[in-house]
């Protein structure tokens, strides 16, 4: 397999709706095998399409393979059906925004629906960090990356340090 470039902020890409996936081929096989590689490599939790260019609902996430366990998914089309009222405020990063910490509050519980590689449809119950990381790698299907879920002061703040 490949590792393949990561896109960073603010590359225009990273701000676009991604479109659904239509068929899985043995394209799309191969390039789920080289995300999963890439996110591995950069080393991430998780990586969506857009970040290497492939604007298509997708993304792959492994929130335990750090502490010594790999636990890979791939969600293609991937919808979020529920989250919970409670919500957690957290420091996230962002493989195409590097070395930059945003505090981003989300819901601590979602309830998600996918389809795998092999076309079968899932819905699963996700918590911690599995729905932190399941909900930031949906953002960028939808043309959003973590500046996006900030107030205008800490957005402009951490966009200066960045750039």
């Known amino acids: 397999m490949a590792v393949l470039e990561i896109l960073l902020w603010p590359d225009a890409r990273l701000s676009t709706l991604c ?3 239509d068929q899985i081929t043995d394209t799309i096989r191969k390039l789920v095998a080289d995300m999963f ?3 591995y490599a950069a ?3 998780g990586l969506a399409g857009p970040q290497v260019g492939a604007m298509l609902r997708l993304f792959v996430m492994d929130a335990t393979w750090k502490e010594g366990v790999k636990s890979p998914l791939v969600m293609i089309n991937p919808e979020i059906l529920s989250h919970s009222d409670e919500r957690v405020e ?4 962002c493989l195409s925004i590097p070395g930059v910490e945003a505090p981003v509050t989300r819901p601590t519980r979602i309830t998600i629906r996918w389809v795998d590689l092999d076309g079968e449809t899932h819905v699963r119950e996700m918590d911690g960090a599995e729905a932190r990381i399941a909900q930031h790698e949906f953002d960028h299907l939808n043309g959003r990356v973590h500046f996006d879920r900030l107030d205008a002061k800490a957005r402009a703040h ?6």
């Open 19 to 21: 479109a659904p996936v």
């Open 37 to 39: 590689d890439t996110m």
């Open 43 to 45: 080393p991430g939790r």
């Open 90 to 93: 957290m420091d996230e990063v």
């Open 158 to 163: 951490l966009e200066a340090a960045y750039q």
